[in-house]
Every structure is written in structure tokens, then in C-alpha cells.
């Protein structure tokens, strides 16, 4: 049986049942649980240092009307780096490569967004669509190529993140099946090749982390332009 590279994106399944719902739940159990001692272990400080520091830094630009989402973007920020950071390790599933479900987490929270701003401001909001001082020939055509804009931001959200965790793990895969190929035939090329692949694994780490950031900070710039 000949297998695809695309097939370690599919989602597994048992007696036909899709497994992706442990896939999304089960990395929970792996966050240390606060307890009722005075004080924190060293995991558990580290943990809410890093918490603090990041929703410190999501909410510096925001208004006091925006910080009521920072328990909901704090959470999908770790809810994204855990995903995708257990995607890496062997015999794992990475539920971010989906599309579907990168859309069904972006297009929810951008139309809220969009909502917060229709009714709270509706002119300003409605003001984004036309720059200020557009001369009168070119404000239907701004108009349009704005609002496309607009409806467009949900769909690079949920590319992006998909388009960038899929080619890390596809190249990863390549790079992993020519050093095994390689190894009986040429052993130094393939030494190198496996030095290569573990440089490149150590860049994914970074991906994935910086994915799961841009993810929550484009979302947290399109709550700006609307509260």
C-alpha cells in the first residue's frame, strides 16, 4: 500500500469514528493545576509568568473596553501553541493543519468583532470602509475593494496558519524520508541530511509558536479598530 505524503493530515479515526475531538481536549490535561498551597511550584510559576507577561503585552495597545476579551484570547493563544507544538511529536495529529477548523475558530471571533463595532460605533466603523479625503470618482470602487478587505480578513487567518503548519510538516516529512533513504547508500550525506532536519525541527517549534501569536495578535487588531 502506497501511502501519501497528505496522509498524516488526515484525521484518525477508530471503528469510523474521527478522533479529532481527543485530539482537541486531551492536550488540556497536560497544564498544571493551580493548588491550594501558598505557594507555586517552579512549573506553575513559570506557567503564570508566561500568562501574565502575554496578556500584558496582547492588551497594551487595547482600550478598557477590549480587556474583557483577555480571558478569551489568552486561552486560544495556548489552546493554538499546544496544538501545534504537539503536532510535532511522532505518531501525533495536528488539528491546526485542518482549514475547516481554523475558519470555524477565525470567523466566529472576527464577525464578533465586527458586531462590537456595528453597534457600539457604528459611523466609525462604517468609516473604515472610506479613507478620509478620497476624491468623489474613486469612493465606489474604495468602497468595494474595502468591504472585500474586510470579508477577506477571516479567510487569511485561517490560511495562514493552516498553509504554514502544513508546509513545515510536509518539508519536515521530506527531509526525514531522504535521510532514511539516504543512509545506506551515503551516510555522511545523510548524517548531514538528519543535521539539516533537526535544525529544521527546532525552526518549526518557532513556527508553531509564532503562529499561534500572529493568530491571536491579528484578532486582537481587529478588536482595536472596532471598541
Given at each position: 500500500m502506497t501511502l501519501s505524503f497528505f496522509d498524516q493530515f488526515m484525521s484518525p479515526t477508530y471503528l469510523g469514528i474521527p478522533l479529532i475531538a481527543l485530539a482537541l481536549t486531551l492536550p488540556w490535561t497536560l497544564y498544571p493545576a493551580p493548588s491550594s498551597r501558598w505557594l507555586d511550584n517552579r512549573l506553575l510559576t513559570l506557567q503564570n509568568w508566561f500568562i501574565?507577561?502575554?496578556?500584558?503585552?496582547?492588551?497594551?495597545?487595547?482600550n478598557p473596553a477590549g480587556h474583557k476579551w483577555a480571558v478569551l484570547l489568552t486561552s486560544l493563544m495556548l489552546f493554538l501553541i499546544t496544538?501545534?507544538?504537539l503536532g510535532l511529536?511522532?505518531?501525533t495529529f495536528?488539528?491546526?493543519t485542518q482549514?475547516?477548523?481554523n475558519m470555524a475558530l477565525a470567523v466566529p471571533l472576527w464577525l464578533?468583532?465586527?458586531i462590537i463595532g456595528l453597534r457600539n460605533q457604528p459611523t466609525i466603523a462604517l468609516g473604515h470602509l472610506l479613507p478620509e479625503g478620497t476624491p468623489t470618482p474613486l469612493i465606489p470602487v474604495l468602497i468595494v475593494i474595502e468591504t472585500i478587505s474586510l470579508f477577506i480578513r477571516p479567510l487569511?487567518?485561517?490560511v495562514r496558519l493552516t498553509a504554514n503548519l502544513t508546509a513545515g510538516h510536509l518539508l519536515i516529512q521530506l527531509i526525514a524520508t531522504a535521510a532514511f533513504v539516504l543512509l545506506p547508500l551515503m551516510p555522511t550525506v545523510a548524517i548531514l541530511t538528519a543535521i539539516l532536519l533537526l535544525l529544521l525541527t527546532l525552526l518549526e517549534v518557532a513556527v508553531a509558536m509564532i503562529q499561534a501569536y500572529v493568530f491571536v495578535l491579528l484578532l486582537s487588531l481587529y478588536l482595536q479598530e472596532n471598541v
Open positions: 501574565n507577561r502575554f496578556t500584558q503585552q496582547l492588551l497594551l495597545p487595547l496544538l501545534n507544538m511529536l511522532p505518531y495536528t488539528p491546526t482549514l475547516s477548523l464578533a468583532t465586527v487569511a487567518l485561517g
